[in-house]
């Protein structure tokens, strides 16, 4: 082997991650849709004839798609290849995957940095200004984002936890985290704590550990960081959650139409709504917002204009939109953002270089501090918001890593491809080629006819694969997102899943409620405890007692029944005991 196509340990880790974006599925192999769906995504379609001959070549055992092996190949003894430069070349534009095989060092200049730096930089910044007052990570802060001391500041999960509940308020109980004299046994407690609750609210961590958190590995520190700051911008960018965002609404739509958008695409229509004004549109936030234009008019549109008693009126200098040079004007911009109290997330070289991921962080920051919508007047509308049951279903197909990531848990699953990834998550095999339409859905009505098939397919798996009760339900229930029958799915999908863990743990014995729950009492009476359940549906557990007793059973002295309330308990007492 020639010295130079040894490829090292980051480098593979570097090409592990690249081969996980474009094997949408998972299911560890890349097919044909995935590859045209690589080319598709960076912009460059490549005819269908084009994509076959490309995965012949990279297909050394011909079963018609790549595995990680042959995928590495375009790194090593291919690397010289045309068509393998063109999926590298492919590789590296699609968003966050560093310029694999020599990642750019800061050049002489300082302004040469790869997304990863860019991305350092940013996230160091947004955690320096949003925990800068917390005196639990006074030992960590303020980070230098020039260095490497974001990956770090992660490795006692004190920040990570923090973050988490910046993002989501009350996931984790504070009293939980381990602040003082910490040993490697706490510092692993932590970072467990706050892996399972990143999960619980919606992020994939299915392939990073703690010890990949104490190492500081990088990629994996700003995948996970990024998901986590991104759950927090985006929550409130929800119709259900905000609705002057139904002012958004564009001549003869309904308002299904808009809660069926995904928070980015709120968000460039927000954009569009104030740019309009002006006789401008978006439709990115990488290659349009680069010469700073559409953010000067989007500044301006959004200041406070001083009709609101408390928010005193930010006249917007406009002057920087005539600086000929790209970077002095993206500068001139952001110090106009600082005074909306908005500069946060990209620097002027992110906004030149067009960084997607960055750029629209930025944009959000400015949609929850201004967004500048009224409520339509005339309107009635009565908005349900998302019930905890919907948003505990929604957070666990996304923290599987199905694709598209699932933002509302009806309008995104009417086409059936996240219920039948889910199905293969639960074992239950898919035949992919022959019976599922694949998106794009193009035809009359949006592909209406190939995603109902893609409906009726997912039930008839249900009742024949899987062994699932879905008396009354028909694939047109999961086409019109029917709440009650839906969840019905969802809910034995969940169950199933749990339950094959629990498989696996206990050694192939089939796990159901009454063994669970004899085992249960089991462990309780074995640690001489006195609470016991009788099944799930037992008022006993509303109080935590049990489960509390279960836990000090498992793993004595980790409960501090100090804090545990006991007798006649209040709501918030069982809340407390919940939390």
């Given amino acids: 082997v020639n010295m130079s196509t040894k490829i090292s340990a980051e480098e593979m880790e570097e090409i592990r991650e690249g081969f996980q974006k474009v094997d949408a599925d998972g299911n560890g192999y890349i097919c044909a849709s995935e590859l045209g769906n690589l080319f598709r995504e960076v912009g460059c379609p490549l005819p269908g004839y084009q994509i076959r001959e490309l995965l012949q070549k990279l297909d050394r055992d011909n ?91 992660v490795a006692d999960g004190i920040m990570l936890c923090k973050l988490i509940n910046l993002s989501v308020p009350d996931t984790i109980d504070e009293r939980t985290i381990n602040k003082k004299k910490l040993t490697a046994f ?37 995948g996970l960081l990024w998901q986590i700051i991104k759950i927090g911008l985006f929550a409130n960018i929800e119709l259900s959650r905000n609705e002057a965002l139904a002012a958004l609404l564009e001549e003869g739509e309904s308002l299904e139409v808009l809660m069926k958008l995904s928070p980015e695409e709120l968000l460039l229509r927000w954009a569009n709504f104030h740019l309009k004004k002006v006789g401008m549109t978006i439709s990115n936030f ?8 559409a953010y000067f008019h989007l500044l301006e549109q959004i200041a406070p204009d001083g009709s609101k008693e408390d928010v005193p009126q930010v006249e917007v200098d406009m002057t920087g939109l005539y600086e000929k040079d790209l970077t002095k004007r993206a500068e001139c911009m952001l110090k106009q953002a600082d005074r909306l109290g908005c500069r946060q997330f990209v620097t002027a070289t992110d906004v030149v270089c067009g960084n997607a991921k960055l750029n629209m962080a930025f944009v959000a920051t400015l949609f929850n501090k201004h967004p500048a919508l009224t409520k339509p007047e005339n309107q009635d509308w009565n908005l349900e918001s998302e019930t905890r049951e919907e948003r505990t279903f929604r957070n666990w197909m996304n923290s599987l890593g199905v694709s598209p990531h699932v933002h509302h848990i009806y309008g995104d699953l009417h086409d059936a491809i996240v219920i039948l990834q889910l199905y293969e998550r639960i074992k239950v095999p898919v035949d992919w080629d022959n019976r599922v339409n694949h998106p794009p ?14 409906c009726t397919y997912a039930v008839e798996l249900g009742k024949k694969s899987a062994g699932f009760s879905l008396v009354g339900i028909g694939g047109q229930d999961l086409y019109d997102g029917n709440p009650t029958l839906t969840l019905a799915l969802v809910w ?21 409620d009454d063994l669970i729950v004899s085992w249960v009492n089991k462990t309780l009476a074995g640690a001489g405890k006195s609470s016991s359940i009788k099944s799930f549906k037992d008022k006993a557990i509303g109080t935590s007692i049990p489960v509390l007793d279960l836990i000090d059973a498992i793993q004595p002295q980790s409960v501090n029944f100090e804090l545990v309330r006991k007798g006649n308990l209040s709501d918030e007492d069982k809340l407390n005991n919940a939390k």
Avoid: W
């Fill in 441 to 454: 859905f193009k035809g009359v009505g949006g592909g209406h006819l190939k995603k109902m098939e893609n």
């Fill in 186 to 222: 706490t510092t692993q407690e932590n970072l467990n704590l706050a892996l399972n609750s990143a999960s619980a609210i919606g992020c994939q961590v299915v392939n990073i550990g703690a010890q990949d958190l104490k190492e500081g590995k990088p990629h994996l520190v700003l």
């Fill in 286 to 293: 990488s290659g349009d917002i680069k010469d700073s234009k």
């Fill in 492 to 512: 034995q999908l969940m169950r199933r899943y749990t339950l094959n863990v629990l498989e696996d743990l206990g050694h192939g014995e089939v796990a159901g």
């Fill in 63 to 153: 079963d018609s798609r790549i595995d990680l092996t042959e995928f590495t190949a375009i790194f090593q003894d291919m690397k010289d290849d045309r068509m393998a430069k063109g999926f590298r070349k492919a590789l590296n534009k699609k968003e966050g995957i560093v310029a694999i095989g020599g990642t750019s060092k800061i050049s002489s200049e300082g302004t040469q940095h790869s997304i990863s730096e860019q991305e350092r930089f940013a996230f160091a910044n947004y955690i320096n200004t949003s925990l800068e007052k917390d005196p639990d990570c006074k030992h960590v802060l303020p980070i230098n984002p020039n260095t490497e001391a974001l990956f770090k500041a």
